[in-house]
């Protein structure tokens, strides 16, 4: 039976899942403060063991690459590619807006994942379910909340919202588009992103031959860290410096 252990860091959850072909097998979603390295190496641990499966047993990690919080990701991502380079497990990265719409598998609705970019921007992209297969119809993309209420008027479709950011866009949305129910917000216990989902996408990723090593998968950032546009305010954009010591 093939086992998807799947891990998802990237926003102020911290989650890990295990799915086979046939079912979730265990999941451990925790939604409470930024305690991603202390917590995610005992999740996992506590999710391997409970369901009496080994590392050696898996068939595959999947972890989620961004967009999201910069810290966030390379903690879900340090951890899938030390267990991929110690035990030889295959990774898949996937895209945290589409495992949000994992979330809301064939449903006929448009589906808007907007996750916080700070700064009143969302990352965010356009989605429809279309039988077994998730149809994108934007690109990635940072956008200003406000923006983003206004194409989702324009779309005038029925389309729900999800991820941390969808409070943003709901803050701008006229009071009679929200009246009217055109555009609506998921359930609060599919709002976040969930590892199950994660490890879906990766199920199909995998299946398709779309694998990476600890070596060349790569973080999806849409932006460059504050730290380093800092350092390009006060340096410009050549290479830092190294130090002499």
């Given at each position: 039976?093939?086992?998807?252990?799947?891990?998802?860091?990237?926003?102020?959850?911290?989650?890990?899942?295990?799915?086979?072909?046939?079912?979730?097998?265990?999941?451990?979603?925790?939604?409470?403060r930024?305690?991603?390295?202390?917590?995610?190496?005992?999740?996992?641990?506590?999710?391997?063991?409970?369901?009496?499966?080994?590392?050696?047993?898996l068939?595959?990690?999947?972890?989620?690459?961004?967009?999201?919080?910069?810290?966030?990701?390379?903690?879900?991502?340090?951890?899938?590619?030390?267990?991929?380079?110690?035990?030889?497990?295959?990774l898949?990265?996937?895209?945290?807006?589409?495992?949000?719409?994992?979330?809301?598998?064939?449903?006929?609705?448009?589906?808007?994942?907007?996750?916080?970019?700070?700064?009143?921007?969302?990352?965010?992209c356009?989605?429809?379910?279309?039988?077994?297969?998730?149809?994108?119809?934007?690109?990635?993309?940072?956008?200003?909340?406000?923006?983003?209420?206004?194409?989702?008027v324009?779309?005038?479709?029925?389309?729900?919202?999800?991820g941390?950011?969808?409070?943003?866009?709901?803050a701008?949305?006229?009071?009679?588009?929200?009246?009217?129910?055109?555009?609506?917000?998921?359930?609060?216990?599919?709002?976040?992103?969930?590892?199950?989902?994660?490890?879906?996408?990766?199920?199909?990723?995998?299946?398709?031959?779309?694998?990476?090593?600890?070596?060349?998968?790569?973080?999806?950032?849409?932006?460059?860290?504050?730290?380093?546009?800092?350092?390009?305010?006060?340096?410009?954009?050549?290479?830092?410096?190294?130090?002499?010591?």
């Amino acid at each position: 039976m093939m086992k998807i252990l799947g891990i998802d860091t990237s926003s102020a959850v911290a989650t890990a899942a295990l799915l086979s072909e046939e079912k979730l097998l265990a999941e451990y979603i925790l939604n409470h403060r930024h305690t991603h390295l202390e917590k995610l190496i005992s999740m996992i641990d506590r999710l391997l063991t409970d369901s009496d499966t080994k590392l050696e047993d898996l068939d595959a990690i999947a972890v989620a690459i961004g967009p999201g919080s910069f810290t966030g990701i390379r903690i879900g991502m340090a951890c899938a590619q030390g267990l991929s380079h110690v035990y030889g497990i295959p990774l898949v990265g996937i895209n945290t807006l589409d495992a949000l719409a994992y979330n809301l598998m064939h449903c006929s609705d448009f589906i808007c994942p907007a996750i916080d970019a700070q700064r009143g921007e969302v990352y965010t992209c356009l989605f429809q379910w279309e039988g077994e297969n998730l149809k994108r119809y934007w690109d990635y993309e940072i956008v200003k909340a406000e923006r983003l209420a206004e194409r989702l008027v324009d779309l005038d479709e029925r389309t729900i919202l999800l991820g941390d950011g969808a409070k943003l866009v709901a803050a701008v949305l006229p009071e009679e588009v929200k009246a009217s129910g055109k555009i609506t917000f998921a359930n609060p216990l599919f709002v976040m992103p969930k590892a199950s989902s994660v490890a879906r996408a990766g199920l199909t990723e995998f299946q398709q031959g779309k694998t990476f090593n600890c070596f060349n998968i790569r973080p999806f950032y849409m932006r460059k860290s504050h730290a380093e546009e800092k350092w390009e305010e006060r340096y410009g954009k050549g290479e830092p410096r190294k130090s002499d010591h």
